[in-house]
């Protein structure tokens, strides 16, 4: 067996079955303790789909690319047989069994909570059996946490009781007659009967009465109703399982304390197209505000092709050469530093040299070398921004009037300019090259071109023509938002008209300016009595064709 790179071989040691809590289907509902087991098992038995992508999310890890080995715990299918059926209790609890008699740490993934409607209490007697050491990590259970995504409670001050019931054919709903929160499980496909038995056995037919679906994730979707309509209600929203369904007054307080699918993005796909190592943060800032972030690599970051004009650039930065070294992005801080590890260096040899940043968020990368950044444009974080506070060569205060300018092989000559006007010698070098990305698959690049993003983020210049190049121009329908001026004049210069662009070139402040559009945009659809869709379900023929009057 393949666990993080590494070949683990079975032994007569006893193994050890750790039943875990997945919660309701949000990543982050997951535990502290379900996230460290993950991070030490050598194989987890999942029992859904999402599951392979939840370890991998957990773990930190790429989507596996063909032909390398694998890394991370071998992921052993619980949720089918080898004859692709769907395994039974018995049979899924002999899978554990199994891998823990190779003397191996498991993980047994479950949905919601192992001992909460789940098949947790059959395993683990297997385990009890087999004479292998278990242990219980409850998780979130879909029972509250559906019902609290959809801004239901299910129990206030005036209504104190709430029963959960596993529907089925011998539910005695006569025992249900009196006002306590009902939640039923599996009920999708019963809600009729179920709704006419409820009011057969004396509950009002104007019961408020909920039903979510895929709670707690970006796809959630909620139909309010009565016992009387539920049935009609759903068919006509298409709802489909797993839901939950809420029966009681409980149900209005959704008007009021809906906090999930009123967020500004939710449920937007928001296409961002960055290199892979960089896309984290935006990505997650993104999911905050209820988006489906899909990162499509555009660009790949590399070593320069003649490594020598930076060794050069390096060894005269340790010998005294520079007064200034100049970073005009993370990516150029990053090649430095990986230079100087290579060569055994560290940040001491910065001693004495001052230190620009382009804007904070180079700052902070410096900053996390152990350095700080003794320049730093106040006012628009660019280039230019850089050269409006750069001091001119002063021949009694400067001692050195050489400055040590990495960058990357594409970049402008505007600064090298700028600063030779104001006296400055200036090292232009070659710190690391940006080269467009593989096209993405075929499902991506028709949904880019189609409308089935409902936003993109550009976060310079060069991911705009490298998207352009290698998928295609965004659909018109789809919103455009760029971290600065000059990535919205390339934009416009192909062809894209610019809906969002970020008060500062900083990645979160872009995904905040995105969230406002599209709270702006969900309030004046309210305004208008419109029913609020993203930009993707919208007709073409609908969009306008001024960014102002989005």
Known sequence: ????????????????????????????????????????????????????????????????????????????????????QPLTHAARAKVVVKQAKRGLRVVRLMTGDPFLYASGPEEAQACAKACIGFEIVPGVSS??????????????????????????????????????????LSAVGQIGEISKALVAAGRS?????????????????????????????????????????????????????????????????????RTKDQAGVLSARARGYGAVPEEVPTISVEPPRNPLQMDKAVRGLVEGRYE?????????????????????????????????????????????????ADLVPTGEQSAAGLLE??????????PINRVFLPRADIATENLVAGLIDLGWECDDVTAYRTVRATP????????????????????????????????????PSTVIAVIGPQTAKTAEEHGLRVDVMAPKPDVEVLVDALADFGASRRAAMLEAGQPVTRPSERKPSARRTKASSR
């Open 440 to 475: 993405p698959p075929a499902p991506v690049r028709d949904a880019i071109k189609t409308g089935k993003f409902d936003a993109v983020v550009f976060t310079s210049s060069s991911t705009v023509r490298n998207l352009v190049g290698i998928a295609g121009k965004p659909h």
């Open 1 to 84: 067996m393949t666990t993080r790179g590494k070949t683990t071989t079975a032994t007569t040691t006893p193994g050890w079955v750790s039943f875990v809590g997945s919660g309701p289907g949000d990543p982050d509902l997951l535990t502290v303790r379900a996230a460290e087991l993950l991070r030490t098992a050598d194989v987890v038995v999942t029992e859904a789909p999402e599951h392979v992508t939840l370890v991998r999310t957990v773990l930190g890890l790429a989507e596996p690319v063909e032909g390398e080995e694998p890394v991370g715990p071998e992921v052993v299918d619980g949720g089918f047989g080898e004859d692709g």
């Open 324 to 372: 200034w070294i100049a970073f005009t992005s993370v990516n150029a801080v990053k090649a430095v530093r990986e230079k100087f590890e290579e060569y055994g260096l560290d940040a001491r040899a910065f001693s004495g040299l001052k230190i620009a940043a382009v804007g904070d968020k180079t700052a902070q990368a410096i900053a996390a070398w152990g350095l700080r």
């Open 205 to 273: 037919p104007q019961t408020p009465v909920a039903m979510t679906r895929v709670g707690t994730t970006t796809g959630q979707s909620t139909v309010c109703s009565t016992l009387a309509d539920i049935a009609a209600d759903a068919r006509a929203a298409r709802m489909a399982p797993p839901a939950i369904i809420v029966v009681g007054e409980v149900v209005d307080l959704r008007e009021t304390l809906s906090w999930f699918e009123t967020k500004p993005l939710f449920g937007w796909r928001v296409l961002v197209p």
């Open 143 to 184: 029972v509250s946490a559906v019902p609290a995504y959809a801004g239901i409670p299910l129990t206030t001050k005036d209504h104190r009781e709430v029963a959960v019931v596993t529907c089925g054919e011998k539910v005695d709903w006569s025992q249900y007659a009196d006002d306590r929160t009902l939640v039923l």
């Open 389 to 398: 506070v750069w001091p001119e060569y002063d021949e009694v205060l400067d």
